[in-house]
């Protein structure tokens, strides 16, 4: 039975798209919320007010010059040695129509069309209201329109100023509108800025407490719902400070708890000279020491430090010289790398750097460190030629207490927290820690910090 799909419905399409073409920050929308409504209205009232009442009042004032000039005409005498003086001085001083009759004379050809719809409006009384054939010029003059009419024996040539047929109440009432509305975006704008402003402070200091930089001075400021999400995050960074504070202080605590039993210990182990038993004992105290700082390390995470301008590149020339001269065998290779300051906890990054390649030197015989960076991101890379880690176990390695052994070496296993170390460190500095099959061969540990 073959499989139905479902139709795409049009509109589902036309909201994909749009959400396509939208501006993705709040400022942006916010500001064409404003800015569309403006310009459909602005463009509706442009079509049906100023279009149509130009085209009225312009058809009132051509009405008004077809009537002169059809009274002009119906005073006017053709006849043979016809004195028509005085209508041609009562056009000039009551109408503003300059008058000529030339008798014998013809049309001239029409001429080429300057204002369109000012001309067939004009046309179009001057049909109505005198019905003869007419030839209208306003390209010839630019201030005055020049008519032409046929009158059988001659031709009746009428000037009238292009004011008399226009009026500049639509040019005023344009600008007008142009700048009400230039006026009224500026407001919006300013307001719109004043009021995303709160919410980037706020976007800034979560993400600057999500790195564990300090905030400084945040207060809730904006809009109300801005203000409550203010005094929200507010409240939540409180309470995880005072979680943070709390663990510290019991972690401290403990450790000072476990280390003197554990001090005693090493003192009598000491004070009951060699042996096998004794050696053993010592080492399992060794082991039991070791696993208690990790512990401590893992739950104390980057406590106390602040962020400050780290040269990376220096960072990692630190920890590979440390790791080659280390008890590992495994040799660290590093190439020349350009010096890159971000802003970092120096000491919680070189510890993540130093876990990674630890590990990578516990299961591995050979380990190179690199680093890369973009606009947004730079990246710390380490690789090794051992054995690897299966590609759906690899997130199971940054699980506090999971150790890979059988996936890699059994000997020599820590237990299980510098990869969760490591993590912690990274994804408080904002970033994250992935790891992928190395070209060596073997595990690639990539670090990627915001830049």
Same mark, same amino acid.
């Given at each position: ?276 038993? &004794?050696?053993?004992? !010592?080492?399992?105290? $060794?082991? /039991?020491?070791?696993? #208690?700082?990790?512990?401590? =390390?893992?739950?104390? *995470? ?104 059988? &996936?890699?070496?059994? !000997?020599?296993?820590? $237990?299980? /927290?510098?990869?969760? #170390?490591?993590?912690?460190? =990274?994804?408080?500095? *904002? ?21």
């Amino acid at each position: 039975m073959a499989e139905l799909t479902r139709p795409i419905d049009p509109l589902d399409r036309l909201g994909r798209y749009i959400r396509q073409i939208l501006p993705k920050n709040l400022f942006a929308r916010a500001l064409i919320i404003i800015v569309a409504p403006v310009l459909l209205s602005q463009s509706i009232l442009s079509f049906i007010f100023i279009d149509r009442h130009w085209e009225l009042v312009t058809r009132r004032f051509c009405n008004a010059v077809a009537g002169d000039i059809s009274y002009v005409i119906a005073e006017l005498d053709i006849g043979p040695g016809a004195n028509n003086e005085r209508i041609v001085v009562r056009a000039r001083q009551s109408m503003q129509l300059a008058v000529s009759y030339q008798s014998g004379a013809e049309l001239p050809p029409p001429v080429e069309v300057r204002y369109p719809i000012l001309e067939r409006v004009l046309r179009t009384e001057l049909t109505r209201v005198v019905g003869l054939p007419v030839i209208i010029d306003a390209a010839s003059d630019a201030d005055d329109i020049h008519l032409a009419f046929d009158l059988g024996e001659g031709v009746l040539q009428v000037s009238l100023p292009l004011k008399r047929i226009t009026t500049s109440t639509n040019e005023l009432l344009f600008f007008w509108m142009v700048g009400l509305s230039v006026l009224l975006l500026t407001v919006a704008v300013l307001f719109l800025r004043n009021q995303i402003r709160p919410i980037v402070r706020l976007t800034e200091a979560a993400e600057a407490f999500g790195k564990g930089q300090p905030i400084g001075d945040f207060k809730p400021s904006g809009a109300r719902e801005v203000r409550r999400a203010a005094a929200a995050f507010i409240a939540m960074r409180q309470r995880i400070e005072r979680h943070l504070r709390q663990r510290t202080e019991m972690l401290a605590g403990i450790s000072h708890d476990l280390r003197t039993p554990l001090t005693r210990m090493k003192l009598r182990l000491a004070m009951m000279g060699g042996g096998e038993d &004794a050696e053993e004992l !010592t080492s399992d105290v $060794v082991d /039991l020491e070791r696993m #208690i700082e990790e512990f401590l =390390a893992f739950a104390r *995470g980057q406590e106390g430090e602040q962020p400050a301008e780290v040269d990376v590149a220096a960072l990692i020339g630190e920890a590979v010289t440390a790791a080659n001269a280390g008890h590992r065998r495994a040799p660290v290779e590093m190439p020349v790398l350009e010096t890159l300051t971000v802003m970092v906890r120096r000491q919680a990054l070189k510890r993540c750097l130093t876990n990674l390649i630890d590990n990578a030197q516990r299961h591995a015989g050979h380990v190179r460190v690199s680093m890369g960076s973009s606009d947004r991101w730079i990246e710390i890379i380490v690789d090794d030629d051992g054995p690897g880690i299966p590609e759906t176990r690899r997130e199971d390695a940054f699980r506090p207490f999971v150790r890979l052994d059988a &996936a890699r070496s059994p !000997t020599d296993a820590g $237990v299980g /927290l510098g990869l969760a #170390i490591a993590r912690d460190v =990274a994804r408080s500095h *904002g970033g994250d820690i992935f790891l992928e099959t190395a070209p060596m061969g073997g595990l690639r540990a990539r670090i990627r910090l915001p830049a």
